[in-house]
């Protein structure tokens, strides 16, 4: 039952999906601000989040929705649990957010959903890792 008192169909078709598009153990950094030493270097920092995460390789027709796509980069998209995440940090001015695939980072440049169910969808862009600074 979901919390509106129907029936909740993400918990019927999940199983379903999962069979077709396995989940994967993911760590979420999502951007938290900056901080100075004492000689005056500046770091970015971020808060991590493990959870899990089901991702395919984002369309060709989604990729014209992204404002500065870099056809030589792999974007995916993500499908990660959680029913906490809002906001996140897609800013190329800032550190923005990042998730974590074994050793592959991907860098988060779109967010076209916030489901209710407790999913968020987000598109990202390899990258070399997590930007510093």
């Known amino acids: 039952m979901s919390m509106w008192g129907g029936i909740n169909l993400q918990d019927q078709v999940t199983p379903m999906i999962t069979a077709i598009i ?3 153990p993911v ?3 999502i ?3 900056y901080t ?3 000689y005056g270097n ?3 920092t971020y808060t991590t989040i493990n959870t899990l995460a089901q991702m395919q390789l984002t369309k060709q027709q989604d990729l014209v929705l992204i404002d ?3 056809l030589t980069k792999v974007y995916r998209d993500f499908r990660l649990q959680s029913l906490t995440l809002t906001g996140l940090n897609r800013n190329l001015q800032t550190g923005g957010d990042y998730v974590q695939w074994g050793n592959l980072y991907y860098r ?6 916030n489901f209710l169910s407790g ?11 997590l930007q510093n600074s």
């Open 22 to 24: 396995p989940e994967y």
């Open 27 to 29: 760590t979420l950094y």
């Open 31 to 33: 951007f938290s601000g």
């Open 36 to 38: 100075n030493d004492e």
């Open 42 to 44: 500046t770091s970015t």
């Open 68 to 70: 500065g796509v870099d």
């Open 108 to 113: 988060i440049v779109a967010f076209p959903e």
């Open 119 to 129: 999913w968020v969808w987000v598109t990202a862009q390899e990258s070399t890792g």
